[in-house]
């Protein structure tokens, strides 16, 4: 009220002079109106802040922008209260960063405490009794599921898919501002058998284009990863002959450079001449990194782009069984505007036998982000939402959450 009390009598002063210039009865009578006019102000703002129930960080005028109002109007807080912790993929981070912000400041008392570690690490905290949901961008694997019946007390773990994520071929290399690859080519860049950009197999994808003699420098994640999961996947359903690893969580080709999570891999590249890596569409534009189209097979490449990528994640199809909603991607799709290398962020959750303290919170929590208003946030933030079967499906499974 210190910051608005001021502004008003600045007003005051700049509009009629300087108070001393002002004769006694008329200063008398202004000071007046002037309290009877903060008055108003305090009760008609202690209104809105009551009818709001959330923090406004807003230093201007207005109680908060519409979007934050839409937000706030859009939770269902549900009983929700206390701490929650969560963490895994990096990925989601920074939409996460986001839902939680909008959650906490319509409900009173809440905490959300998400932490971005890694899918493979999220999962192991997870499986441990530590967080009361995960976050990965690969579904559990069979053994995983058994475990998960240690924490779930007469359940078992579930993928619930919430985030689509588009994943970035990134390079940064001086002159080239136009950048085409495709599977085979990516394949042997990241297994370290294309060294030079100026390689035949690069030039004949990029014809015109003036290519360096210069290393290439290949990132890749350093720890167990969802993105290194999907990013493999891509190249051994586009690549078979290219790419002879297994694949998985963590990275098993020869060569290249490693960073920790998401941002460690933008930042190697963004500081790196010559370099090329793989990450969310999210970091890429975050960081402002040049992206290669695709040459799928398509009647054009294909530029990434969460319309491109929406495209690829709508043809998936749910595999899970039992509640558990996890998705089967077409790596190798040809389908003209789609880009083919995508993954889903899961939270995994139990579908019963969560913990009695942190289930209202976790249900609500997991409604709020799957929702209509949340999910239509995510391509501001260059994430893909969800199909609108796939999400009706995933509220379906919180609601049996027990």
Known sequence: MDALTHSLTSRAADSGGSWKELPKVKLQRKNRLRALSLGAVAVSGALALTACGS????????STSSASAKAAGSVKCDNAKGNLLASGSTAQQNAMGQWSKDFMGACSGVQINYKGVGSGAGIQEFLQGNTAFAGSDSALKPEEITQSKKVCSGGQAIDLPMVGGPIAIIYNLDGVDNLTLDAPTLAKIFDSKIKKWNDPAIAKLNPGVKLPDLAIQAYHRTEDSGTTDNFTK?????????????????WQAKGGQSAQGSSGVAAGVKQTNGAIGYDELSYATSNKLQMAQLNTGAAQPVALTTDSASKAIAAAKIVGTNGDLSLQLDYATKADGAWPIVLVTYEIVCDKGNKADTLPTTKAFLNYISSEDAQSKLADQSYAPLPTEIATKVRSAISNIS
């Open 55 to 62: 923090d406004n960080n807003n230093d201007g005028a207005s």
């Open 234 to 250: 891509y190249l051994k359903a586009a690549a078979p002959s290219d790419w002879k690893y297994s694949g998985g969580k963590s």
